[in-house]
């Protein structure tokens, strides 16, 4: 029997994982059977299930995909000396978390970000699924909290705030973002970086009433 390559088991698996991103986005998670991303990736059921036990782990893998590639963005990040301004940081980090399913295209729009709101909502519910997201946030949180520690070494920013408490609303925002994006239409990242720009460029001042 002819041995398979490690490129075509990496080939199926990338087209089992697109097929059930695809599947997921279109119709949600608990709407989707495994019959539908069989169907959809034009496989049998023992095709599939050679790489992945059902759609749990389907999903889990999806979540872990995402998380990986925005670590590789800070990991391009960390190279850099001092590290880019804050709107340049967010667009490098968000830009390359959404371009993890670029094609993925629903209805003409980005299917990503319905995606990863099915991820969040499972997350929820699955604790397997909620400790693969929690560990993975817990990394971005330390790279979040190195880069800003950075900028208040720097003086770029005040140092009276923790750094830890500017993570949690950086991310906040980049989530509020994606739900954007899936609730009320597509935008561009830059949307995003402008607004971040106009909001670190207000004064200190404060007025009293």
């Given at each position: 029997?002819?041995?398979?390559?490690?490129?075509?088991?990496?080939?199926?698996?990338?087209?089992?994982?697109?097929?059930?991103?695809?599947?997921?986005?279109?119709?949600?998670?608990?709407?989707?059977?495994?019959?539908?991303?069989?169907?959809?990736?034009?496989?049998?059921?023992?095709?599939?299930?050679?790489?992945?036990?059902?759609?749990?782990?389907?999903?889990?893998?999806?979540?872990?995909?995402?998380?990986?590639?925005?670590?590789?963005?800070?990991?391009?990040?960390?190279?850099?000396?001092?590290?880019?301004?804050?709107?340049?940081?967010?667009?490098?980090?968000?830009?390359?978390?959404?371009?993890?399913?670029?094609?993925?295209?629903?209805?003409?729009e980005p299917g990503f970000p319905r995606l990863i709101m099915q991820v969040w909502a499972e997350a929820a519910r699955d604790k397997e699924l909620a400790a693969v997201t929690r560990q993975g946030y817990e990394?971005?949180?330390?790279?979040?909290?190195?880069?800003?520690?950075?900028?208040?070494?720097?003086?770029?920013?005040?140092?009276?705030?923790?750094?830890?408490?500017?993570?949690?609303?950086?991310?906040?925002?980049?989530?509020?973002?994606?739900?954007?994006?899936?609730?009320?239409?597509?935008?561009?990242?830059?949307?995003?970086?402008?607004?971040l720009r106009a909001l670190t460029s207000m004064s200190g001042t404060r007025t009293t009433a």
């Amino acid at each position: 029997m002819a041995r398979v390559s490690q490129e075509h088991l990496d080939a199926r698996r990338r087209q089992i994982l697109d097929g059930a991103a695809r599947c997921f986005a279109r119709n949600g998670f608990h709407a989707t059977s495994m019959q539908d991303v069989l169907k959809e990736v034009d496989l049998s059921a023992g095709a599939v299930y050679r790489y992945f036990s059902g759609k749990e782990e389907l999903i889990t893998a999806i979540a872990a995909e995402v998380l990986t590639e925005v670590r590789g963005a800070f990991a391009e990040v960390s190279r850099q000396t001092p590290p880019p301004p804050l709107d340049e940081l967010v667009g490098l980090v968000l830009g390359r978390m959404m371009g993890v399913w670029a094609s993925l295209i629903i209805d003409g729009e980005p299917g990503f970000p319905r995606l990863i709101m099915q991820v969040w909502a499972e997350a929820a519910r699955d604790k397997e699924l909620a400790a693969v997201t929690r560990q993975g946030y817990e990394g971005l949180r330390e790279s979040w909290d190195e880069v800003f520690r950075t900028y208040q070494d720097s003086g770029a920013m005040r140092s009276d705030i923790p750094a830890e408490h500017v993570t949690r609303t950086v991310i906040a925002m980049v989530q509020g973002f994606i739900a954007q994006q899936c609730l009320f239409g597509p935008a561009p990242v830059s949307v995003l970086q402008d607004g971040l720009r106009a909001l670190t460029s207000m004064s200190g001042t404060r007025t009293t009433a």
